[in-house]
């Protein structure tokens, strides 16, 4: 997301522990490698069409099948020259303006769709007026963070008709922002508690978020673990026991690769519900799950929004990622609770995680 803003024409400083962002004007000519990254490929389109010229797209093989048309459909409907089709590689033809206004788009495969346009819209000349038509939109709450994030730098959002989102145009104030956790990231080390019979602080944990994520407090208690909040942060501790659940995941979709992970080391049956849209993340994870699971000896069936997890007597071997950090994170968490696991390309989490493997290893003897 740096390189590419930083090829827009804006300079973003990641030398220190503090990043510094400056803005600057958008320009053509720029090509951006999106990666793996649902945000980049995402939330800079709308951003590049407001350049002066033509602003390249394109990312990794797998990147070039997740779902980008309503994004694209959208910004076509409002004047933006985008080609060739709807997928990776593409081009935003900017022509240094934007005039906005209303967009009707189906969000139902990715709340990304809804948050791209809404950070964009307050410098299109009308604004934008973001209406969803469809199934619900999944993870919903980082739709509420990306409101929050824009009302916290100015930006005047109503959002008070249910589906519907409008920015209006002005300028975005210039804040100094602490960034919380990432409190996704923290469910493998969470799980460690639970299933060590230790326990595990995740300092910093947030007494009050926005983040979706902060629902592990509400999932490991449920699945029998102990769960404080206090000022050291957030602890989990292992009880001698871990329930299964029956939970629909369809705000925190992120979660399901670790909690299905941590399901399929519990006495009793799961069922993880509402997540049918975690089919076009980096990999299909709900047939990534069901076949990595299944492979160690688990007892899973890929249902038409998620999975049932049946207690089974798992065994070591190896366990494949699909370049994907939350898969990875599913498999540290059977290899904390399985002697012989192998995770392969744990390197994956740096998506989301420098030095993950490393910290990870560093709880162990």
Known sequence: ????????????????????????????????????????????????????????????????????????????????DVSPGDTLPFTVRGAGSVKGGRVVIDASASSQFVSALLLAGASYDEGVDVLHDGKPVPSLPHIEMTVACLRGRGVEVDDSEPNRWRVLPGPVGARDVVIEPDLSNAAPFLMLGALSGGSVTVAGWPRATTQPGDVLRDLLARMGADVRLDDDGLTVAGTGTLRGIDVDLHDVGELAPAVAAL?????????????????????????????????????????????????????????????DHRMAHAGVVLGAGVEGVEVEDVATTSKTFPGFAGVWAGLFG
């Open 263 to 323: 399901c399929a080391l519990a006495d009793s049956p799961s069922v993880l519900r509402g997540i049918a849209h975690i089919r076009g993340h980096e990999t299909d994870r709900l047939a990534a799950l069901a076949a990595e699971l299944t492979a160690l000896g688990g007892d899973v069936t890929e249902t038409d929004d998620g999975l049932a997890i049946r207690p089974a007597r798992l065994h070591g071997g190896r366990f494949a990622t699909y370049a």
């Open 1 to 80: 997301m740096a390189t590419a803003l930083t090829a827009l024409g804006s300079d973003v400083d990641t030398a220190g522990e503090d990043w510094t962002v400056t803005p600057g004007a958008f320009r053509g000519g720029a090509s951006v490698d999106c990666g793996l990254a649902g945000t980049v490929m995402r939330f800079v389109p709308p951003v590049a069409a407001l350049s002066d010229g033509s602003v390249d797209f394109d990312g990794d093989p797998h990147a070039r099948t997740r779902p980008m048309g309503e994004v694209l459909a959208g910004l076509r409907s409002l004047g933006v």
